[in-house]
């Protein structure tokens, strides 16, 4: 690769690194955002959640035996958060979220990767997540680390909000289930949603307490009042009851806000504020083989 293929992906990765981080997501009444190990997970989203993956720049994984050791920026150093604001000591070596449909097949959002040099610049780690307090996330296991291979399918549309993106990984990915996508019909307002991904880029959080609040047939996304960050960008949505992906998240309301020179998680009422944006399952299904 020469230097200035090089700086180009360079600016590429650093350009999709903004752009997830700047979509951004709120709290929507109590937060409900939960680690892996926290005992009021449902067993069933735990198991969910293996198949889920943070997505991290290849540039910042360093090699150190069978492992690869990552960066070491705090979510709270990073974010200039007040020191109340949950996860506040947790790494966040990610920018976006994403989850396995196929052996090698992984979908996240359209602005996550948005074309071949940013794929090239891609990892997805799988596990990265506190399975019990107090684990070490400095290092992960290099057989937990894939690559992004190719671009099988991909969309980010602002004139009607299609926003997805179906990826070939560099290997089969074994030791974990490829999750259900949703191929018919459709989520209904009010039914019960769930999401599992890397708000902030932070360790797997497991948030469930939403409902879909509208689902217009004419439009290529719900919206429901998720707790979600930018690093849940790419993140798959599930129906709580059947366990079954309604979609990817891709959009929402402002982050955080000032608070005496820190910043803080914007909080909002249930049902106020804009909601968060799932692209259906249903817009990139076609690209996804059925099991």
């Known amino acids: 690769m020469s230097r200035i293929q090089k700086l180009a992906l360079s600016f590429s990765l650093l350009t999709i690194s903004t752009v997830a981080i700047s979509s951004p997501r709120v709290i929507y009444g109590e937060d409900d955002r939960r680690d892996l190990f926290d005992s009021h997970n449902d067993p069933k989203l735990?198991?969910?959640?293996?198949?889920?993956?943070?997505?991290?720049?290849?540039?910042?994984?360093?090699?150190?035996?069978?492992?690869?050791?990552?960066?070491?920026?705090?979510?709270g150093v990073s974010q200039g958060l007040c020191e109340s604001e949950p996860f506040f000591e947790q790494p966040t070596p990610g920018f976006c979220s994403g989850f396995l449909v196929g052996d090698d097949l992984f979908v996240t959002a359209g602005h996550c990767i948005t074309d071949a040099g940013m794929c090239a610049g891609v990892s997805m780690i799988f596990d990265y997540g506190y399975d019990q307090q107090g684990k070490d996330l400095s290092t992960v296991d290099a057989d937990n680390v894939y690559y992004c291979?190719?671009?099988?399918?991909?969309?980010?549309e602002s004139s009607n909000g299609?926003?997805?993106?179906?990826?070939?990984?560099?290997?089969?990915?074994?030791g974990r289930e490829p999750l259900?996508?949703?191929r018919d019909g459709t989520i209904s307002k009010g039914d019960p949603v769930t999401v599992i991904g890397h708000p902030s880029g932070l360790?797997?959080?497991?948030?469930?307490?939403?409902?879909?609040?509208?689902?217009?047939?004419?439009?290529?996304?719900?919206?429901?009042?998720?707790?979600?960050?930018g690093g849940n960008s790419g993140s798959a949505v599930f129906n709580t009851s059947t366990g079954e992906v309604e979609g990817i998240?891709?959009?929402?309301?402002?982050?955080?806000v000032?608070?005496?020179?820190?910043?803080?998680s914007k909080k909002c009422t249930e049902g106020a504020c804009r909601g968060e944006d799932v692209t259906k399952a249903d817009v990139y299904a076609q690209f996804v083989p059925a099991r």
Not at 47 to 75: G, M, N
Not at 258 to 264: Q, S, T
């Open 46 to 75: 735990i198991e969910l959640a293996r198949s889920t993956a943070i997505l991290v720049r290849k540039s910042d994984l360093k090699p150190e035996a069978q492992q690869f050791r990552l960066p070491k920026d705090t979510f």
């Open 149 to 156: 291979k190719s671009i099988v399918s991909r969309a980010q």
């Open 162 to 174: 299609k926003d997805y993106a179906v990826v070939k990984l560099d290997r089969p990915v074994v």
């Open 203 to 229: 360790p797997t959080k497991i948030t469930s307490g939403a409902k879909v609040r509208t689902n217009d047939s004419n439009l290529p996304y719900f919206v429901a009042n998720l707790d979600t960050y």
């Open 180 to 182: 259900k996508i949703r």
């Open 249 to 256: 998240l891709v959009r929402g309301e402002t982050d955080f």
């Open 258 to 264: 000032d608070r005496n020179g820190c910043m803080v």
